[in-house]
T-cell receptor, first 115, second 114 residues
């Protein structure tokens, strides 16, 4: 079974600075998807960014980018120019490509943005 | 698009009572998921449907939990009888299978069992 580990329960960053959230996963599959979801205090789950395992190029969405290291099974999220609205829980998630559609989530990292 | 709709948003009930959570997926989506979020266990899948058929219910905790999807636009998650350890946030999500696999989440139902 696949597992996802987020080793940083909490992180903080100054407004306008850059922060990196870590995620590692374990799988025997060669093709899969990885996601970062954001959960603000409203508890709505919002997709931040998606990476397809067969693509070597790291995904980027505006101020959000990932560092995907397939051999190391690492998938970190970098937030540049942090804003107060980025404060939230961030969850890393794994999804098989050919098998089950379910998302397997890490335990999350709580990000605080200091003004 | 209205997004995934869940009701109620909050539910407080007493132990032993029946609880029914409802979900309306995004129109056109053919996969529907029920997740539960707790402090101890995080976010975990309970069950998911594809084209209204249950595909994986391995996350359903026990027989007290049941889920149905009678048609493409409606699903229910029922707990009978409810217990205090069922207190959690329950999310419904939907996706269009084979379309980039993104799951869209509803706002969740916060369940408190006293």
């Amino acid at each position: 079974a696949q597992t996802v580990t987020q080793s940083q329960p909490e992180m903080s960053v100054q407004e306008a600075e850059t922060v990196t959230l870590s995620c590692t996963y374990d799988t025997s599959e060669s093709d899969y998807y990885l996601f970062w979801y954001k959960q603000p205090p409203s508890r709505q789950m919002i997709l931040v960014i998606r990476q397809e395992a067969y693509k070597q190029q790291n995904a980027t969405e505006n101020r959000f980018s990932v560092n995907f290291q397939k051999a190391a099974k690492s998938f970190s999220l970098k937030i540049s120019d942090s804003q107060l609205g980025d404060a939230a829980m961030y969850f890393c998630a794994y999804r098989s490509k050919g098998g089950s559609e379910k998302l397997v989530f890490g335990k999350g990292t709580k990000l605080t943005v200091n003004p | 698009d209205a997004g995934v709709i869940q009701s109620p948003r909050h539910e407080v009930t007493e132990m032993g009572q029946e609880v029914t959570l409802r979900c309306k997926p995004i129109s056109g989506h053919n996969s529907l998921f029920w997740y539960r979020q707790t402090m101890m266990r995080g976010l975990e899948l309970l069950i998911y449907f594809n084209n209204n058929v249950p595909i994986d219910d391995s996350g359903m905790p026990e027989d007290r939990f049941s889920a149905k999807m009678p048609n493409a636009s409606f699903s229910t998650l029922k707990i009978q009888p409810s217990e205090p350890r069922d207190s959690a946030v329950y999310f419904c999500a939907s996706s269009l299978r084979l379309a980039r696999y993104e799951q869209f989440f509803g706002p969740g139902t916060r369940l408190t069992v006293l």
